[in-house]
T-cell receptor, first 115, second 111 residues
Framework: NAGVMQNPRHLVRRRGQEARLRCSPM?????VYWYRQLPEEGLKFMVYLQKENIIDESGMPKERFSAEFPKEGPSILRIQQVVRGDSAAYFC?????????????FGSGTQLSVL | SQQGEEDPQALSIQEGENATMNCSYK?????LQWYRQNSGRGLVHLILIRSNEREKHSGRLRVTLDTSKKSSSLLITASRAADTASYFCATVYSSASKIIFGSGTRLSIRP
C-alpha cells in the first residue's frame, strides 16, 4: 500500500508563473489536507478537502491560491502568478475519514522555489 | 491563532538522557497528537492522546495531557542519535474541522 505521493518533489518557477502541486492520498483515504512550511518553522494549515468538496479553506490566501480534490485523480494545489514569498515546502496529508481519532499520513512534500 | 506552542524551541541533550518537550494550546480539544519530522521529510505520526486520557505510553515515548492547564508533554526516554528530529504537537479542536500544528521543538542528540 503506497503512502501519500506528492509530485514534483522540487519545483522551480519564475515570478508570475503558475505552480501546480499534486497529491495522491493513500489508497482508501478520502480526506486531504494541505500545509505550508517555511524553514525552521511549523506547518501552517491551508485547506482541508474531501472528494469533490472543500471543507475548510480558512488557511488559504484569498488570491492566487486554489485547491481541488476531484472525484478521480489527485488533489491539486494551484498557485497562480507566484511571488518569491510563495517559496516554501508544501505538504499534503491524508486520512481515511473525519473521525477525531484519525491520524494524518504525510507525503514527502514539494519544495517550491520562486526565482 | 489556534496554533499550539511547543517549548523549548530547540533542545540539545547527550545520548542516553531523557528529552522532554511541552505543548500548550488555547481552546477545548478532542485529541492531541505528536508527530516527528526528519530534516526535509514529511511528518510521521507518533502517538495520539484523547481529551479524556491523562497519560499514554508507546515504547520509549510517554505523553501526558493536562486539560485544565491546556498542555501536553512528550517524554523520550534513553535518547538515541536517531531521535534527532523536529517534534510537533497537533490539536484537533472541538469546534474546528482542521488539525493545527504547533511550531515544533528541534531535538538534537549528541553522541
Amino acid at each position: 500500500n503506497a503512502g501519500v505521493m506528492q509530485n514534483p518533489r522540487h519545483l522551480v518557477r519564475r515570478r508570475g508563473q503558475e505552480a501546480r502541486l499534486r497529491c495522491s492520498p493513500m489508497k482508501g483515504h478520502s480526506h486531504v489536507y494541505w500545509y505550508r512550511q517555511l524553514p525552521e518553522e511549523g506547518l501552517k494549515f491551508m485547506v482541508y478537502l474531501q472528494k469533490e468538496n472543500i471543507i475548510d479553506e480558512s488557511g488559504m490566501p484569498k488570491e492566487r491560491f486554489s485547491a481541488e480534490f476531484p472525484k478521480e485523480g489527485p488533489s491539486i494545489l494551484r498557485i497562480q502568478q507566484v511571488v518569491r514569498g510563495d517559496s516554501a515546502a508544501y505538504f499534503c496529508a491524508s486520512s481515511p475519514s473525519t473521525g477525531w481519532d484519525e491520524k494524518l499520513f504525510f507525503g514527502s512534500g514539494t519544495q517550491l522555489s520562486v526565482l | 491563532s489556534q496554533q499550539g506552542e511547543e517549548d523549548p524551541q530547540a533542545l540539545s541533550i547527550q545520548e542516553g538522557e531523557n528529552a522532554t518537550m511541552n505543548c500548550s494550546y488555547k481552546t477545548s480539544i478532542n485529541n492531541l497528537q505528536w508527530y516527528r519530522q526528519n530534516s526535509g521529510r514529511g511528518l510521521v505520526h507518533l502517538i495520539l492522546i484523547r481529551s479524556n486520557e491523562r497519560e499514554k505510553h508507546s515504547g520509549r515515548l510517554r505523553v501526558t495531557l493536562d486539560t485544565s492547564k491546556k498542555s501536553s508533554s512528550l517524554l523520550i526516554t534513553a535518547s538515541r542519535a536517531a531521535d534527532t528530529a523536529s517534534y510537533f504537537c497537533a490539536t484537533v479542536y472541538s469546534s474546528a474541522s482542521k488539525i493545527i500544528f504547533g511550531s515544533g521543538t528541534r531535538l538534537s542528540i549528541r553522541p
